[in-house]
């Protein structure tokens, strides 16, 4: 409960690239609205390449150990070897394994809402994180006509039921409260079946007391989902997938919108919530003064508002769209000029005037 916390302990592990640059613009961020805040504590970790090339692993069991006494977390960007190198896994991945984050949940708003070539996009896609093909249960055999390759697709009641209902929570939150789920039962009607009945069952379960009645429920297949966010993205509100389908749609919904660095997302588990960009880490401008801070600020009022922060956030949220829409203050990938420090800047001088 949130009333309950009496501060905030926030990690953050900026990692690399451009993770060091937009980090720090997140954690303004916060600061600048932390009077409606428990007493907030910073904990500064280490995780990512650049962490591996000097100690040898990309996640340290003293990062590990620090995130369980912090009530969330911001990730930055990890930059990966073009090769595979020995030793080095994702820091990403295993973070999410080790604090059971089992919803990705990527908020896509467009830039302009105005411009006639881009449709007003303002949906969130929320992926399944833990199971489906990405439990990487795969085999290779020789058969008679040759190699024969197998991959297992885990689809539990449990996992689905506890996406389902962060989507239906996303989605009663919203001003139009829809929510579409996305499968193939046509085709994959067992393990599809299953998600899609259990993401259906979530108003019914015992102590919703019709908590979810004013939800309006749909379904797509994901095929047609897809044409239909390029043709028509207006439509959705919430989207809820399994996590390969989440995986590619939520890549796709942000090819709709200005740039990759105005793209937020939180991890989330039952105990446990780490904000971090959509973006990588940008070796091309990393180090320039020129990454975009929005996606880093977003995904830090993200988490905030998924802590029961509400109006924390939308003050965040508020400064962020009130810089975009005029188009003053950009920085270049938006077709501006200006540096990460002055859009935060501006965007922390938005912040301040709601108070
Ligand atoms: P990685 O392997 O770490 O993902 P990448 O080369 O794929 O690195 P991304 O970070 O995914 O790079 O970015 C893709 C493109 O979008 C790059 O040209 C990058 O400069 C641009 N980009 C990404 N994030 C931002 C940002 N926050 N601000 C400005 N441009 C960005
Ligand atoms: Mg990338």
New binding site residues.
Partial sequence: ATSARKSLTIGLIPAD??GLE?IPAARKAILAVQSELPAVKFIDLLAGWNTFTRTGTALPFETVQALKECDCALFG????PSRKVAGYSSPIVALRKELDLYANIRPVISVSADSASTPAVDLIVVRENTECLYVKDEKLIRTDTGKEARATRLITERASTRIGKIAFELAKARPRKLLTIIHKSNVLSVTDGLFRESVRAVPTLPGIDGKFDDVTIEEQLVDSAVYRLFREPQIYDVMVAPNLYGDIISDAAAALVG???VIPSINAGDNFVMGE?V???????AGKGI??PV?SIRSAALMLRHLGYTSAADKIDKAVNDTLAPAKVL???LGGSHSTIQVTDHILGLIQQQY
Avoid: R, Y
Wanted: aromatic share 0%.
């Fill in positions: 690239g451009i937009v960007s990890v930059s990966s740039s990759l660095g960009p973006h990588g880490s940008a070796p091309d401008i990454a975009n996606a920085t270049a990938d």
